[in-house]
């Protein structure tokens, strides 16, 4: 699967973010508890220039649970802070007040200022709103809503930046760009979501296999292109002809696993991990 979506505001998003780091205290960098490696921003350390890094393990209500434990040891034991987080819901917001760091200028009056970067789609605007305690930023679920980059005032001690999301220009690793595409954070336009959907399947055979079963009631015994077919029967999505429509299953299939009912269920581990970076 060779993905390429990079639209000029990423690229103008990039460079932009650079020099606006110059002016923040921290970064907070939202990734995808499914998949936070896959989710990060390339190079952010290198951007950051040695500015405080915490990564917020958003959508942890839709990832296994031992999984996200997982990684949050993995990143806390290096030189990045971590926490994990349901954005939906204020209270756990909580967790994150008390690892931002005061302005290294003590005698500057000013308010606590913090660079929220992610990938699009991985919840940095629902993060904002839910700090800001009413909507300010854009929200939904199609990857690249924030288009421009703009200071918001959460409280009279904390200012954030939003950022538009980045993405890299081009994915080489097959597995890395179908992750990325499963969980939403590309332009569904462009995808070959029969190909993602088996995929997926693949992935929850080998890793979660109950879950296909408790969800769709279809026998495990198959490669993912039969199961694919048989929860298109199961579901009753056929053609005029009584063939399989495979495009709608496949479909359903993505969605779901985004909506979480297929279950608690984690794209990537830290124990898989070529080695550890910080």
């Keep these: 699967m060779d993905i390429q979506w990079y639209p000029g505001h990423m ?33 952010i ?22 999984i996200t434990q997982m990684w949050l040891e993995y990143f806390n034991s290096g030189s990045i802070m971590a926490i994990a987080i349901n954005a939906l819901k204020k209270s756990e917001l909580n967790k994150l007040y008390g690892l931002l760091s005061k302005p290294k200028n003590k005698s500057r009056i000013a308010p606590l200022r913090c660079v929220v970067v992610g990938a699009p789609n991985v919840g940095k605007s629902t993060f904002i709103n839910q700090i800001k305690g009413r909507k300010t930023a854009k929200t939904g679920d199609f990857p690249g809503i924030t288009k421009n980059i703009v200071w918001i005032k959460a409280s009279d001690d904390l200012e954030l930046l939003d950022t538009p999301g980045i993405l890299q220009p081009k994915y080489e690793d097959r597995f890395i760009a179908a992750k990325l595409a499963i969980l939403g954070t590309i332009n569904p336009d462009i995808l070959d979501f029969e190909e993602l959907a088996k995929t997926l399947i693949e992935y929850l055979l080998k890793n979660y296999p109950t879950n296909i079963e408790k969800r ?15 929860i298109g029967k199961a579901r009753g999505f056929l053609t005029s002809g009584g063939s399989v429509d495979i495009e709608r299953t496949a479909k359903t299939v993505i969605k779901e696993f985004q909506e979480g009912k297929l279950g608690r269920i984690s794209l990537e581990r830290p124990d898989e991990m070529p080695d550890k970076k910080d």
């Excluded at 002016?23 to 990060?40: F, K, N, Q, W, Y």
């Excluded at 350390?45 to 031992?66: P, Y």
């Excluded at 769709?216 to 048989?230: P, R």
């Design 216 to 230: 769709y009631g279809v026998s495990l015994d198959f490669n993912s292109s039969k199961v694919l077919e048989s």
């Design 45 to 66: 350390e290198k951007l950051a220039s040695g500015k405080n890094i915490i990564i917020v393990l958003n959508k942890a209500d839709l990832a296994d649970l031992k």
């Design 11 to 43: 690229e103008k998003a990039k460079k932009s973010i650079k020099n606006y780091l110059k002016l923040a205290d921290s970064i907070i960098e939202i990734v995808d508890a499914r998949a936070p490696v896959s989710t990060r921003i390339k190079n």
